[in-house]
Each structure stands twice: as C-alpha cells, then as structure tokens.
C-alpha cells in the first residue's frame, strides 16, 4: 500500500537561522499587533480625566492642574526575561486510511519524544495534542457523451497533532528543532513566554509608581499648590504586559547600485533583484515612561507596565 508523508516543510524555515527568532515568536508571528494593545488600554485610562499633552511631547500624558483639580501620572515599565517557555511544534500526516494514518504519524511522534528523553525533557515536560482527522479529497472525471463532470472524492485522511514542549534555555531549543527536523516535524507554530511570579513584578511596578507620584506632588507643593490627601482624592490603575511576539517588525535590506553602475545603464530598464526581508524585535519605546527597569536587554523580554493616575479635587 502506498505511503504519503506529509511535513509541513514551510522552505525548511530556514531552520538553523531562524532558531532564536523561534525562541519567541515562531511561524504564527503577528507583527500587526506591535505594541497596539498598550496604547489602546492606556487611551481609555487616559479619557477618565482631563489630561495635557506637551506640544513636541514624546505623546506621554502630562500632569493636568486646574482651579479645582489636580492630576498626576506615573508609568513605569520593567524588562522581564522568560523563567521558562513552552514550544507548539505541528505536524501532520496523509495516508489512505485512518488506521494507517494514525500508525505513520504516532510512529514520527514517539521517535521524536524517544529523542526528547536523551535530552532531558521527560514527561512532564510535554504534551501531544491531538488536532484534527479530516478526509482528502481528490477529481474523479465522470464522462458523458458530450461533457465531463468532476466530483470530489475522498481518497484518504490527513492527521494532524501538536506536541508541546516546555524548556528553559535557548540552547535546548536548538537541539529540540535539530531532532524534531529529523523526524520530519519542521513547523514551529509558536513559542509561549513564562513568567513564574507576574504578581512580584507588579507589586514592584505598583511601588515605584506610586514613589513616583510622591515626588510629582512634592514638587507642585513646591510651587504653592495645596495637595492634601483628605480632599477627595480619587486613583486610577491600569497594569499589562507587551510579550515578544507582539513586538516584532518586518524589515526589508536595502541597498543602491554603485555609482559606476549607475552611469553605465539606463535606469529607465533596471530590473532589481528581489531584497531579503526578515523580522526584528522592536521593543516599546522608552520615552512613553518615567521610570524603565531593567532597561538595557539583549534577549528579548516581556515588558510589563504599570500606569497609576491620581486625582485631587481642590476645595472652591
């Protein structure tokens, strides 16, 4: 009986190139969403009061005072790196029957988690996940006397599952694709980014914000305005986190012919020869914050934020 393997090749993904790109973002990446769900969630924190902004500002929101009011702001951002990750790799498999289908992709799977146990990654540390079973269809040409009909029939199954694999390091990574590529399984989906103890970072973030505001108001007390905590004072927080693959751009290689080249040949007629486009990681810009921790990384991390907002409303 003839046997068809399917892998999900995706040009090799230019496998040894890409693995520290995988690292965070893998073949599902989605640029588009590149830092839009912070300045969305801080637009609607920002509209619950007046605010100014600077004209030549950075578009940071300024403190707001007024005969009756007084609001402050404090961002604070903090780098995390990742304690750990979690690898989705799919993979798939086309045979002529369902039993068969089944027997061909589990006998790649458990090579590969054969693989994974010389590396180190036990049980715990996985997951296969069962994804889909569908039939693929193929034409049948009907003839009649004077036309043909093509009708779709099934002509076998295709079987897909997901294994999960959770790792702490990037050189482990490197030998988890090296072994699932032998195995026929080259689809990075993506690549989840774990933080052990978010509610330590954001107790952080919450201090400094607040250590923050303290100097704000001493500095306006500086200048005669009358903050006291017992005149209807109101506070506002918004927290979140920007992950790696929400913050990657595409980037295309540029470059011109050289100049003697340029004198020779009528541009009128060149052709340019297609430029190499990959992605890079594009962190938040700083200068939307008062305070970065942890601001110079090489790795790309997680970046957390805190925005607490405070509002005196002053006595006629």
Request: hydrophobic content about 40%; some cysteine; charged content about 20%.
């Amino acid at each position: 009986m003839k046997r068809l393997y399917f892998g999900l090749l995706l040009s090799s993904l230019c496998f040894y190139a890409d693995a520290l790109l995988a690292q965070v973002a893998g073949n599902a990446l989605q640029s588009q969403q590149k830092s839009q769900r912070y300045y969305e969630n801080n637009d609607r924190l920002n509209a619950k009061t007046p605010t100014v902004v600077w004209a030549g500002s950075s578009g940071t929101t300024a403190d707001f005072v007024g005969d009756t009011a007084v609001t402050l702001n404090a961002r604070v951002m903090m780098n995390v790196t990742a304690d750990s990750y979690v690898a989705m790799l799919g993979t798939a498999q086309i045979a002529e029957n369902v039993e068969e289908c089944h027997t061909l992709i589990d006998r790649r799977i458990d090579a590969f988690l054969t693989a994974l146990d010389r590396l180190g990654i036990g049980t715990k540390d996985r997951y296969v996940d069962f994804v889909s079973q569908v039939p693929v269809f193929e034409y049948e040409v009907e003839k009649k006397l004077f036309s043909k009909t093509y009708n779709e029939v099934p002509r076998g199954f295709e079987i897909k599952k997901n294994v999960h694999i959770a790792y702490t390091d990037n050189a482990t990574l490197k030998a988890i694709l090296t072994e699932a590529a032998k195995h026929e399984i080259y689809d990075i989906i993506k690549v989840d980014v774990v933080i052990n103890d978010l509610e330590a970072v954001y107790d952080s973030l919450r201090h400094t914000a607040v250590r923050l505001l303290g100097k704000k108001a001493d500095n306006y007390r500086l200048l005669g305005v009358k903050l006291s905590p017992n005149r209807y004072q109101s506070v506002a927080e918004h927290i979140g986190s920007v992950y790696p693959v929400e913050q990657y751009d595409k980037y295309t290689a540029f470059s011109n012919p050289t100049l003697s080249a340029v004198k020779r040949v009528d541009l009128s007629n060149v052709v340019s020869a297609p430029k190499s486009q990959t992605v890079y990681y594009n962190k938040l810009p700083y200068n939307e914050f008062d305070k970065v921790i942890n601001p110079q990384i090489i790795e790309p991390a997680v970046q957390i934020y805190c925005h607490v907002q405070t509002r005196y409303i002053l006595k006629p």
